[in-house]
């Protein structure tokens, strides 16, 4: 299988995922952080604590008004709280300066809002490229350990440099908002259905042109 096939292939697999990212713009930039190595649910239960604290329209402007302590207490459940507290106080004070308005960010170039993200202390490349592609509607690749995983399994590509693997995704698919956002969640939905940790090849639609597979097999 090609690269370029990737997509196609997967959205026959697991049909259309749409954004995939839930939640409004806000929330999302919310959940990118509060998402850092723990699971979804534990997020969903710190968004339900936060939307239950927070009574205001503008849900980052009112965080943000929030003393850390009690930031910190209604993330708890999303773990590593005293770190992601800091985290979030950091993007909402960022996001302070574009008055918490994410229509002003949006007005910025693509690789200028990039650089300011990356620049937060706490904020990595994927978090960064996670807020600019789906609560931004930036076109940008998002890369995490499933997108590299599956290139390494599916296609034999061994890359450890974020930027390659977003570079290598960048050059053979257009970019398009709608195209990355579902494309990340399929690889995402691929890499837990099947392709765990422990890969699940034998009830893997994709085994038929795996190369993790057919080096099993011993044909290559
Ligand atoms: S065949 Fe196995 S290694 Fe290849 S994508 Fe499926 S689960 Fe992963």
């Known amino acids: 299988m090609r690269l370029t096939e990737l997509y196609r292939k997967l959205l ?11 939640g409004t713009p806000e929330e999302i930039a919310i959940t990118a952080i509060l998402t850092q190595n723990t699971n979804w649910k534990n997020v969903e239960r710190v968004m339900e604590n936060i939307k239950n604290a ?18 910190a207490e209604l993330i708890r459940p999303a773990g590593f709280f005293n770190i992601k507290t800091k985290r979030l106080k950091a993007l909402l004070k960022f996001l302070k300066e574009y008055n ?21 202390k706490g904020i990595g490349k994927e978090t960064a ?22 290139l390494k399994r599916i296609f034999n590509i061994e890359l450890n440099d974020y930027d390659e693997v977003q570079r290598l995704f960048m050059t053979h698919y257009p970019e398009d908002v709608r195209l990355y956002q579902e494309f990340h969640g399929l690889i995402v ?23 993790h597979v057919s080096q099993m097999n011993g044909f290559s």
Do not use: M, Q
């Open 129 to 150: 490229d996670a807020i600019l592609l789906y609560a931004l509607e930036k076109p940008i690749f998002v890369v995490d350990s499933y997108t590299r995983r599956l």
């Open 100 to 120: 918490y308005n994410l229509s002003r960010l949006r007005d910025l170039p693509t690789h200028i809002l990039r650089e300011r993200l990356l620049k937060i």
């Open 12 to 22: 026959e697999i697991h049909g259309s995922v749409g954004k995939w990212w839930p």
């Open 54 to 71: 927070v009574k205001g329209n503008n849900l980052l402007k009112e965080l943000d008004s929030l003393p850390e302590e009690k930031v």
């Open 189 to 211: 939905e691929h890499a837990k259905k099947f392709c765990s940790k422990t890969p699940k090849c034998g009830v893997c639609p994709l085994k038929k042109e795996c190369c």
